[in-house]
């Protein structure tokens, strides 16, 4: 399948652009985050919705956060990039937490890994992967009850 202005860059991941792609991205916390704190990186996760992005599903979980959205078209006509929104909200929050915590570094990992979703099926597969994951991590019985977990919209 061709993308739109593909490109990659590489930190210690390799990063795929497109543009008018949904995006999987995760990243691994460096301990569990408790229920305050998996609230505040939640918030800042969700601050960049509708403005920088347009989230479809998003959990933080205790030891990781998923996420699936597309990226929104900066002011200057270019796509913004995920990278710097991501790691913007990571970083806020991280200072957050540790300013509460009283920790020398924030317990999030500073690269995340990101994906282009490929086709419907990823796209379904994965969306269901973290609908479940609190349920199938025993954190609650329905989805719905998951004060973390935040759904916009599912694919059609």
Request: charged content about 30%; glycine content about 6%.
């Amino acid at each position: 399948m061709p993308f739109k202005n593909f490109n990659i860059w590489r930190g210690k991941l390799p990063h795929w652009r497109a543009d008018e792609v949904t995006y999987f991205v995760t990243f691994r916390h460096t301990r569990p985050l408790d229920d305050a704190e998996r609230y505040l990186l939640y918030q800042s996760l969700i601050r960049p919705d509708g403005k920088q992005l347009d989230l479809m599903i998003m959990v933080v979980l205790p030891e990781r956060t998923d996420i699936m959205f597309s990226v929104r078209e900066a002011p200057t006509g270019l796509p913004f990039e995920l990278s710097d929104v991501i790691e913007k909200a990571k970083t806020k929050a991280g200072k957050k937490i540790i300013k509460k915590t009283g920790e020398r570094f924030p317990p999030l990992y500073g690269e995340s890994y990101d994906r282009l979703v490929r086709d419907d099926g990823e796209l379904q597969e994965r969306y269901d992967e973290i609908l479940a994951s609190p349920v199938d991590l025993e954190l609650c019985e329905d989805p719905g009850d998951f004060e973390t977990l935040y759904v916009a919209n599912a694919p059609s």
